[in-house]
């Protein structure tokens, strides 16, 4: 028999989710955030870059602010008011105490229980290699949840230490956990994936509405075999 997925933890209030690029939460859980900012919980965004580098035919200079306004958006069709940039250079993000450092100081601003961010290990399930970005934001975003609780590190950032971060609920993983039923904020994640239309339309030549709704349906539906019949967004959560 499937090993069943055991459903996310609900004693929370405040979610904050650190990713690479624009996009990156919207291919992998926009459902799930649009029925946390339903049942009222917060949930703020972080961004390392701006995707810049992310569509060759438009000069980075010009793609940054389309891609910040496009992400904003985003956010806004799933109930996400808060979106931070940390300027980062897209495609060539370091792991290292500079990044840490940064996402500890968001840590400490937003005092989140859940954190949020996408696959930090090599490959996207042995199929295909995951991006140097992804990793380092990943892995930096995991190990910033503890630098964020220790008041004698990054001591300069003149914030008050945050060690309440319960949970970090890794998307994008082939070693998912948990799950969130992805029906009540399903059509709302295909509306906000929509929104980085720019990026999409680069990608695909199909109707963008049918490419978002056709790939977000086929990974949540992936998931209900192991989650109840549900079609569901799946996370690898480690407990803290």
């Known amino acids: 028999m499937t090993q069943q997925l055991e459903p996310m933890p609900t004693d929370w209030r405040r979610a904050l989710a650190v990713v690479a690029h624009?996009?990156?939460?919207?291919?992998?859980?926009?459902?799930?955030?649009?029925?946390?900012?339903?049942?009222?919980?917060?949930?703020?965004?972080?961004?390392?870059?701006?995707?810049?580098?992310?569509?060759?035919?438009?000069?980075?200079?010009?793609?940054?602010?389309?891609?910040?306004?496009?992400?904003?958006?985003?956010?806004?069709?799933?109930?996400?008011?808060?979106?931070?940039?940390?300027?980062?250079?897209?495609?060539?993000?370091?792991?290292?105490?500079?990044?840490r450092r940064d996402i500890a100081a968001a840590i400490r601003r937003h005092r989140p229980e859940l954190l949020i961010t996408l696959n930090h290990r090599d490959t996207w399930g042995g199929v295909a290699w995951n991006t140097p970005d992804h990793r380092a934001v990943g892995r930096?975003?995991?190990?910033?949840?503890?630098?964020?609780?220790?008041?004698?590190?990054?001591?300069?950032l003149g914030l008050e230490p945050w060690d309440g971060v319960r949970w970090v609920a890794v998307a994008g993983t082939d070693r998912p956990t948990h799950a969130v039923d992805a029906t009540p904020g399903f059509e709302r994640s295909v509306r906000s994936l929509l929104a980085h239309r720019t990026y999409?339309?680069?990608?695909?030549?199909?109707?963008?509405?049918?490419?978002?709704?056709?790939?977000?349906?086929?990974?949540?539906?992936?998931?209900?075999?192991?989650?109840?019949?549900?079609?569901?967004v799946t996370f690898e959560v480690f407990g803290r």
Do not use: K, M
Not at 53 to 80: F, K, M, N, Y
């Open 22 to 99: 624009p996009d990156d939460l919207e291919y992998g859980c926009a459902a799930a955030v649009a029925g946390w900012t339903d049942e009222g919980r917060e949930v703020a965004y972080l961004l390392v870059t701006r995707g810049e580098a992310g569509i060759d035919t438009i000069a980075p200079s010009d793609c940054a602010p389309l891609r910040e306004r496009e992400q904003r958006a985003s956010a806004e069709a799933v109930g996400v008011a808060s979106v931070e940039f940390l300027d980062h250079r897209d495609g060539v993000i370091e792991y290292g105490t500079s990044l």
């Open 200 to 232: 999409i339309e680069v990608l695909t030549d199909e109707d963008p509405e049918t490419y978002c709704r056709t790939f977000l349906a086929g990974a949540t539906e992936a998931a209900a075999e192991r989650f109840g019949g549900r079609p569901a």
């Open 140 to 156: 930096a975003t995991l190990d910033a949840a503890g630098d964020a609780g220790n008041r004698l590190i990054f001591p300069e």
